[in-house]
């Protein structure tokens, strides 16, 4: 993942990098374009007009020649028109050929060179000494980097406080989907950014009330409930021997199973209010399999299995899967069994009823979903897988439904031991 502040800096030091770059080659051509050949034609007259004629001796030559390299501070040589030295005043001059001179400039190991043809056909040859100032354009270049440095320390803040800010309302972003309602970020300065997070933290307020309200309603309603199936179950014990047996039968057990539905959803709304377990212990998962087998005459098999956990939930869990083989299994048995495999603790509970389909396997742990068969015969409600695969996430581990051999389904717990 490329880092957003990384991103901006290095544009900014891009851009510097350009202004510098075009900054230094406008100015060697500004400077190229100062030597053009007319104005070393006019340095040529004028020089010619401050040199002693060429019938002058050559020790006039010389006079003049030390007296200009004194106000310049060039190397100077005169030379007459076959090649001849006439005068220098500096360093040894380098080395002259009048058939491949022309007037013009030229930079050399020594410095800059410039050569020109006198009016009357003699050549100066002029160099720079080695002690003078420094270039200007090395002086302008040298500023330009100290401002692109400057720019670029500047810039190294502004550019990471900026990606600061977004990668804590990411943070935020994350731990709100992650379910944790209660998530905000704190609004810096006055600009998009800050605006951003006020939205946020809005968005996150409003989501928090209006699901604190969801089972706040939820909660009173299966409160409510109880009362009146409370008082149904009681007129049902109170039903003479003149009722129907059957009738009495099954009111009692539709009371038992909104009673059931009931206290299944007051679980689902706690899960999704608690942010971590309530208790955290070992349990021994193949005691407690045990334990809840035993209620439904059934044996638990396999080897002992140490986990982290809430014991109640994890017996949920456990009476869930067995509800839930029970109604499916028919006429079939019911296999309940605990491994230890590479540091996980697994359980499966197996049924030899009609399965489920494999488009199925997925939907059936969603709330309140059911098989269609399920839903013709009235039987479940949909929420007790769903509760399963929560309990199961909850305490670091996966829940799954899987085909069996001969038939029926496979539900198998994953859990860290």
């Avoid at 993942?1 to 051509?29: N, S």
């Avoid at 009371?255 to 959803?265: F, K, M, N, P, R």
């Avoid at 399965?355 to 009235?378: C, H, M, N, Q, W």
Wanted: charged share 25%; proline share 5%; aromatic share 6%.
């Amino acid at each position: 993942m490329q880092r957003l502040y990384l991103q901006f800096y290095i544009t900014i030091l891009v851009v510097l990098a350009v202004f510098v770059g075009a900054a230094a080659l406008l100015w060697k051509i500004a400077e190229d374009e100062a030597r053009t050949p007319q104005y070393l034609d006019i340095a040529a007259e004028l020089t010619g007009a401050l040199l002693p004629d060429t019938d002058e001796p050559d020790a006039a030559s010389q006079k003049a020649l030390e007296a200009l390299q004194r106000k310049l501070r060039f190397d100077l040589a005169l030379y007459r028109a076959n090649g001849n030295m006439i005068a220098m005043a500096g360093r040894p001059p380098p080395r002259f050929d009048p058939e491949r001179a022309r007037t013009g400039w030229r930079r050399g190991p020594g410095g800059p060179n410039f050569t020109l043809e006198l009016p009357d056909g003699r050549w100066l040859v002029a160099r720079q000494v080695r002690e003078q100032r420094t270039s200007p354009t090395v002086w302008i270049l040298a500023f330009l980097a100290v401002v692109a440095v400057a720019v670029a320390v500047g810039a190294y803040p502004v550019a990471r406080r900026l990606a600061r800010r977004l990668e804590r309302l990411k943070t935020g972003v994350e731990q709100l989907g992650e379910g944790d309602l209660g998530a905000r970020v704190k609004v810096e300065g006055r600009d998009e950014v800050a605006a951003l997070a006020e939205s946020f933290n809005r968005s996150a307020r409003r989501i928090e009330e209006l699901v604190a309200a969801h089972r706040m309603m939820l909660a009173n309603c299966s409160h409510e409930l109880r009362t009146p199936l409370a008082r149904i179950g009681m007129a049902a014990s109170l039903l003479g021997d003149t009722a129907d047996p059957k009738t009495r039968e099954q009111l009692r057990a539709d009371v038992a199973e909104l009673d059931q539905l009931i206290d299944q959803i007051l679980l689902a709304s706690r899960l999704e209010g608690l942010p971590g377990l309530e208790r955290n212990e070992p349990v021994d998962l193949l005691a407690l399999a045990a334990e809840e087998a035993a209620h439904y005459d059934l044996e638990a098999s396999g080897t002992s299995a140490i986990v982290q956990g809430d014991r109640l939930l994890l017996r949920r869990l456990i009476r869930n899967l067995l509800d839930n083989a029970r109604r499916y299994a028919g006429d079939g048995a019911i296999e309940i069994s605990v491994a230890h495999d590479a540091g996980r603790a697994v359980l499966e509970v197996r049924d030899h009823g009609p399965g489920v389909p494999d488009s199925e396997r997925e939907k059936i742990f969603e709330p309140f979903y059911r098989l269609p068969a399920t839903r013709e015969s009235g039987r479940g409600s949909g929420l007790g897988l769903a509760l399963v695969r929560q309990i199961a996430r909850r305490h670091g581990g996966e829940a799954v439904c899987l085909s069996a051999d001969g038939g029926g389904s496979r539900f198998r717990i994953d859990l860290p031991a």
